[in-house]
Protein backbone atom coordinates (compact mmCIF):
# COMPACT_ATOMS: atom_id res chain seq x y z
CA UNK A 1 0.00 0.00 0.00
CA UNK A 2 1.14 3.21 -1.21
CA UNK A 3 1.40 6.90 0.08
CA UNK A 4 0.29 9.72 -2.28
CA UNK A 5 3.56 11.67 -2.70
CA UNK A 6 2.68 13.68 -5.10
CA UNK A 7 0.92 16.50 -3.66
CA UNK A 8 3.09 18.92 -1.98
CA UNK A 9 0.41 20.27 -0.46
CA UNK A 10 -0.44 19.27 3.02
CA UNK A 11 -4.22 19.50 4.15
CA UNK A 12 -4.24 16.33 6.06
CA UNK A 13 -2.79 18.17 8.70
CA UNK A 14 -4.16 21.66 9.93
CA UNK A 15 -1.97 23.91 11.27
CA UNK A 16 -1.65 25.32 14.89
CA UNK A 17 0.79 27.90 14.85
CA UNK A 18 0.94 31.47 14.98
CA UNK A 19 2.97 33.48 12.10
CA UNK A 20 6.08 33.75 13.62
CA UNK A 21 6.69 29.80 13.01
CA UNK A 22 3.96 29.51 9.94
CA UNK A 23 6.64 26.66 9.10
CA UNK A 24 6.59 24.53 11.87
CA UNK A 25 2.47 23.58 11.13
CA UNK A 26 3.09 20.48 10.74
CA UNK A 27 4.45 19.53 14.28
CA UNK A 28 4.07 16.08 16.82
CA UNK A 29 5.55 16.55 20.52
CA UNK A 30 5.96 13.99 23.96
CA UNK A 31 8.77 11.91 24.11
CA UNK A 32 6.40 8.44 22.70
CA UNK A 33 4.98 9.99 19.66
CA UNK A 34 8.17 11.05 18.44
CA UNK A 35 10.42 8.24 19.51
CA UNK A 36 7.76 6.13 18.01
CA UNK A 37 8.46 7.82 14.67
CA UNK A 38 11.84 7.87 14.55
CA UNK A 39 11.73 3.95 15.63
CA UNK A 40 9.81 3.60 12.37
CA UNK A 41 11.96 5.36 10.72
CA UNK A 42 15.00 3.47 11.68
CA UNK A 43 13.50 0.49 11.13
CA UNK A 44 12.25 0.91 7.68
CA UNK A 45 15.13 2.33 6.17
CA UNK A 46 16.83 0.07 3.95
CA UNK A 47 13.13 -0.07 2.56
CA UNK A 48 12.73 3.91 2.04
CA UNK A 49 16.20 4.17 0.43
CA UNK A 50 14.99 1.60 -2.37
CA UNK A 51 11.49 3.08 -2.55
CA UNK A 52 10.93 7.02 -2.09
CA UNK A 53 13.66 9.26 -4.00
CA UNK A 54 16.50 10.50 -2.35
CA UNK A 55 15.50 13.88 -1.67
CA UNK A 56 12.45 12.14 0.02
CA UNK A 57 14.03 9.79 2.37
CA UNK A 58 12.96 11.67 5.75
CA UNK A 59 9.34 12.76 4.89
CA UNK A 60 8.14 12.27 8.11
CA UNK A 61 10.14 14.33 10.26
CA UNK A 62 12.71 16.99 9.06
CA UNK A 63 13.73 18.61 12.29
CA UNK A 64 13.55 18.03 16.44
CA UNK A 65 13.61 20.93 18.87
CA UNK A 66 14.80 19.83 22.48
CA UNK A 67 14.28 21.82 25.94
CA UNK A 68 17.86 23.00 26.23
CA UNK A 69 17.38 22.04 30.38
CA UNK A 70 16.54 18.85 29.82
CA UNK A 71 19.74 17.39 28.42
CA UNK A 72 20.27 14.79 31.15
CA UNK A 73 17.00 12.72 30.33
CA UNK A 74 17.36 9.66 29.14
CA UNK A 75 14.72 8.94 26.95
CA UNK A 76 15.65 12.44 25.19
CA UNK A 77 19.36 11.28 24.78
CA UNK A 78 17.99 8.02 23.21
CA UNK A 79 15.68 10.72 20.28
CA UNK A 80 18.79 12.52 19.98
CA UNK A 81 20.79 9.40 19.16
CA UNK A 82 18.16 8.41 16.80
CA UNK A 83 17.71 11.47 14.75
CA UNK A 84 21.16 11.89 14.53
CA UNK A 85 21.54 8.32 13.21
CA UNK A 86 19.14 9.09 10.88
CA UNK A 87 20.09 12.39 9.76
CA UNK A 88 17.90 14.95 11.24
CA UNK A 89 18.91 18.01 12.64
CA UNK A 90 18.34 18.23 16.20
CA UNK A 91 17.92 21.77 17.50
CA UNK A 92 18.23 23.17 21.21
CA UNK A 93 15.53 25.62 22.27
CA UNK A 94 14.25 26.99 25.36
CA UNK A 95 10.80 25.36 26.88
CA UNK A 96 9.61 28.67 26.27
CA UNK A 97 9.76 27.97 22.86
CA UNK A 98 8.44 24.76 22.43
CA UNK A 99 5.54 26.52 24.62
CA UNK A 100 5.04 28.59 21.65
CA UNK A 101 5.32 26.29 18.92
CA UNK A 102 2.65 23.66 20.08
CA UNK A 103 0.00 26.39 21.10
CA UNK A 104 -1.35 23.94 23.80
CA UNK A 105 -1.87 23.40 27.49
CA UNK A 106 -0.37 19.95 26.64
CA UNK A 107 2.78 18.96 28.06
CA UNK A 108 5.61 18.77 25.47
CA UNK A 109 7.76 16.88 27.30
CA UNK A 110 10.97 18.88 26.17
CA UNK A 111 10.26 17.47 22.46
CA UNK A 112 8.73 18.92 19.33
CA UNK A 113 9.72 17.37 15.60
CA UNK A 114 8.85 19.00 12.79
CA UNK A 115 6.69 16.64 10.17
CA UNK A 116 7.12 17.13 6.44
CA UNK A 117 3.54 16.54 4.11
CA UNK A 118 1.39 13.75 5.39
CA UNK A 119 -0.67 12.06 3.13
CA UNK A 120 -3.58 9.97 3.53
CA UNK A 121 -3.47 6.75 1.65
CA UNK A 122 -5.86 6.49 -1.45
CA UNK A 123 -8.27 4.24 -1.21
CA UNK A 124 -8.03 3.14 -5.16
CA UNK A 125 -4.42 2.05 -3.41
CA UNK A 126 -5.78 0.19 -0.69
CA UNK A 127 -9.04 -1.39 -2.47
CA UNK A 128 -6.45 -3.04 -4.95
CA UNK A 129 -4.39 -4.27 -2.64
CA UNK A 130 -7.62 -5.79 -0.66
CA UNK A 131 -8.59 -7.25 -3.89
CA UNK A 132 -5.40 -9.36 -4.48
CA UNK A 133 -5.94 -10.47 -0.93
CA UNK A 134 -8.83 -11.97 -1.14
CA UNK A 135 -10.97 -10.65 2.44
CA UNK A 136 -13.27 -13.48 1.74
CA UNK A 137 -10.87 -16.08 3.48
CA UNK A 138 -10.65 -14.17 6.48
CA UNK A 139 -11.37 -15.54 9.47
CA UNK A 140 -12.28 -13.66 12.50
CA UNK A 141 -9.78 -11.72 13.06
CA UNK A 142 -8.56 -8.31 13.65
CA UNK A 143 -6.21 -7.84 10.82
CA UNK A 144 -8.99 -8.30 8.35
CA UNK A 145 -11.20 -5.31 10.10
CA UNK A 146 -11.38 -1.98 8.39
CA UNK A 147 -12.88 0.93 11.08
CA UNK A 148 -14.54 3.50 9.19
CA UNK A 149 -15.15 7.06 11.25
CA UNK A 150 -18.36 9.16 10.63
CA UNK A 151 -18.52 12.26 11.84
CA UNK A 152 -15.32 11.64 14.45
CA UNK A 153 -14.69 15.11 15.23
CA UNK A 154 -12.41 14.89 18.28
CA UNK A 155 -8.81 14.71 17.06
CA UNK A 156 -8.34 13.32 20.93
CA UNK A 157 -10.78 10.47 20.10
CA UNK A 158 -8.79 10.14 16.58
CA UNK A 159 -5.55 9.39 17.97
CA UNK A 160 -6.87 7.16 20.93
CA UNK A 161 -9.12 4.88 17.97
CA UNK A 162 -6.03 4.76 16.00
CA UNK A 163 -4.02 3.58 18.83
CA UNK A 164 -5.83 0.55 19.59
CA UNK A 165 -6.58 -0.45 15.95
CA UNK A 166 -2.59 -0.41 15.53
CA UNK A 167 -2.52 -2.74 18.86
CA UNK A 168 -4.74 -4.96 17.73
CA UNK A 169 -3.21 -5.21 13.93
CA UNK A 170 -6.53 -3.63 12.98
CA UNK A 171 -6.17 -3.30 8.72
CA UNK A 172 -6.87 0.30 8.27
CA UNK A 173 -9.13 3.48 8.72
CA UNK A 174 -11.30 5.47 6.63
CA UNK A 175 -12.42 8.99 7.22
CA UNK A 176 -14.14 11.49 5.15
CA UNK A 177 -12.40 14.26 3.73
CA UNK A 178 -15.05 16.78 5.16
CA UNK A 179 -16.76 16.89 8.51
CA UNK A 180 -13.69 14.98 10.52
CA UNK A 181 -11.19 15.79 13.26
CA UNK A 182 -7.80 16.27 11.04
CA UNK A 183 -4.79 14.53 11.95
CA UNK A 184 -2.55 17.40 13.70
CA UNK A 185 -0.12 17.52 16.77
CA UNK A 186 -3.33 16.24 19.22
CA UNK A 187 -4.43 14.10 17.37
CA UNK A 188 -1.15 12.75 17.34
CA UNK A 189 0.34 12.68 20.53
CA UNK A 190 -2.96 10.78 21.63
CA UNK A 191 -2.24 7.82 19.14
CA UNK A 192 1.34 8.02 21.15
CA UNK A 193 3.33 7.08 17.77
CA UNK A 194 0.26 4.65 16.39
CA UNK A 195 0.16 6.99 13.15
CA UNK A 196 3.53 6.19 11.92
CA UNK A 197 2.35 2.27 11.67
CA UNK A 198 -1.22 2.75 10.61
CA UNK A 199 -2.99 3.41 6.95
CA UNK A 200 -5.46 5.95 6.94
CA UNK A 201 -7.33 6.20 4.06
CA UNK A 202 -9.66 9.37 2.82
CA UNK A 203 -12.68 9.50 0.83
CA UNK A 204 -14.69 11.84 -0.43
CA UNK A 205 -18.11 9.30 0.02
CA UNK A 206 -18.59 7.04 3.05
CA UNK A 207 -21.17 5.57 1.26
CA UNK A 208 -19.68 4.78 -2.04
CA UNK A 209 -16.08 3.11 -0.15
CA UNK A 210 -19.04 0.87 2.32
CA UNK A 211 -20.12 -0.33 -1.41
CA UNK A 212 -16.88 -0.99 -2.66
CA UNK A 213 -15.78 -2.72 0.45
CA UNK A 214 -19.33 -4.99 0.16
CA UNK A 215 -17.76 -5.98 -3.43
CA UNK A 216 -15.32 -7.60 -1.72
CA UNK A 217 -17.13 -10.10 0.49
CA UNK A 218 -17.00 -7.52 3.86
CA UNK A 219 -19.62 -7.20 6.63
CA UNK A 220 -20.49 -3.78 7.46
CA UNK A 221 -21.09 -3.66 10.79
CA UNK A 222 -22.25 -0.61 12.94
CA UNK A 223 -22.43 0.70 16.44
CA UNK A 224 -25.68 1.80 17.55
CA UNK A 225 -26.59 2.69 21.23
CA UNK A 226 -30.68 1.86 19.70
CA UNK A 227 -29.24 -1.74 18.38
CA UNK A 228 -30.94 -4.75 19.47
CA UNK A 229 -28.38 -7.01 19.04
CA UNK A 230 -25.91 -7.12 22.44
CA UNK A 231 -22.07 -6.92 21.26
CA UNK A 232 -21.37 -10.50 23.11
CA UNK A 233 -24.25 -12.10 22.20
CA UNK A 234 -24.28 -11.19 18.05
CA UNK A 235 -22.05 -13.87 15.65
CA UNK A 236 -19.84 -11.31 14.50
CA UNK A 237 -19.54 -11.58 10.29
CA UNK A 238 -15.90 -11.32 9.36
CA UNK A 239 -14.77 -9.84 7.42
CA UNK A 240 -15.79 -6.70 8.94
CA UNK A 241 -16.10 -3.38 8.57
CA UNK A 242 -16.69 -1.56 12.02
CA UNK A 243 -18.55 1.59 11.63
CA UNK A 244 -18.44 4.11 14.11
CA UNK A 245 -20.41 7.45 14.84
CA UNK A 246 -20.13 10.65 16.20
CA UNK A 247 -20.91 11.22 20.03
CA UNK A 248 -24.44 11.96 20.38
CA UNK A 249 -25.41 12.30 16.70
CA UNK A 250 -24.16 8.61 15.90
CA UNK A 251 -23.48 6.98 12.35
CA UNK A 252 -25.11 9.32 9.45
CA UNK A 253 -28.58 7.64 8.06
CA UNK A 254 -26.70 6.71 4.65
CA UNK A 255 -24.30 4.83 5.91
CA UNK A 256 -26.52 3.64 7.89
CA UNK A 257 -28.50 1.82 5.41
CA UNK A 258 -25.22 0.39 3.98
CA UNK A 259 -24.87 -1.38 7.50
CA UNK A 260 -25.75 -4.83 7.54
CA UNK A 261 -25.80 -5.63 11.24
CA UNK A 262 -26.34 -3.19 14.27
CA UNK A 263 -24.58 -3.43 17.57
CA UNK A 264 -24.74 -2.26 20.81
CA UNK A 265 -22.43 -2.56 23.88
CA UNK A 266 -24.30 -3.26 27.34
CA UNK A 267 -24.67 -0.47 29.63
CA UNK A 268 -25.97 -1.59 32.96
CA UNK A 269 -25.44 1.24 35.03
CA UNK A 270 -27.04 4.88 34.53
CA UNK A 271 -24.77 6.21 32.19
CA UNK A 272 -26.23 6.21 28.78
CA UNK A 273 -22.99 5.69 25.92
CA UNK A 274 -19.29 5.55 26.61
CA UNK A 275 -16.71 7.83 24.83
CA UNK A 276 -16.17 6.67 20.88
CA UNK A 277 -12.76 5.32 21.45
CA UNK A 278 -13.33 3.74 24.54
CA UNK A 279 -16.38 2.04 22.77
CA UNK A 280 -13.78 1.15 19.87
CA UNK A 281 -11.01 -0.35 22.18
CA UNK A 282 -14.39 -2.53 23.35
CA UNK A 283 -14.76 -4.13 20.27
CA UNK A 284 -11.80 -4.14 18.91
CA UNK A 285 -10.95 -6.49 21.62
CA UNK A 286 -13.95 -8.79 21.46
CA UNK A 287 -12.97 -9.22 17.92
CA UNK A 288 -9.60 -10.51 19.05
CA UNK A 289 -10.65 -12.98 22.41
CA UNK A 290 -13.16 -14.25 19.38
CA UNK A 291 -10.04 -14.84 17.04
CA UNK A 292 -7.60 -15.83 19.85
CA UNK A 293 -8.73 -16.33 23.21
CA UNK A 294 -11.43 -19.40 21.88
Not at 70 to 93: E, S
Not at 127 to 139: E, G, I, T, V
Not at 179 to 196: D, E, L, P, V, W
Amino acid sequence: MKRNRNNTQNNFISPGMDSEYENLANIIYGKNPVWEYLSRLNAEENELEQTVPSDDKRWRISKIFMANDMANDAKLKAIKHMAVKLGIIVQDCSKFKLERMIQSKDNHQGVVAQLTTINAVEFSDFFADLSKSNPRNQSANPASCVLVLDGIEDPRNLGAIIRTAEAVKALAVIVPKRRTATINAISIKASSGAMAYFPIIEVVNLVRSLKELKKLGYWITGLDASAQENLYEAKLAYPMVLVLGAEGSGISRLVKEECDFMIKIPMLGKTESLNVSVAASIILYEIYRQAYVN
